[in-house]
């Protein structure tokens, strides 16, 4: 029981910044506004720091 909640935790971690694109990415549809790469640049500057 406690390896399925350590691996729910780290999903949820691990996939926030992707969400997080996700919704900006929505915001910037609503807008008009198309950005393909919202997801990459995201975790790319997350890998850089």
């Known amino acids: ?3 399925v ?3 729910l935790a780290a999903t949820i971690a691990s996939g926030t910044p992707v969400a997080l694109a996700g919704l900006g990415l929505l915001l910037n ?5 198309l950005n393909l790469g919202a997801e990459g640049m995201m975790l790319i500057a ?4």
């Open 5 to 7: 909640a350590l691996l």
């Open 46 to 49: 997350a890998v850089t720091g």
């Open 1 to 3: 029981m406690n390896e």
């Open 29 to 33: 549809e609503k807008a008009g506004v």
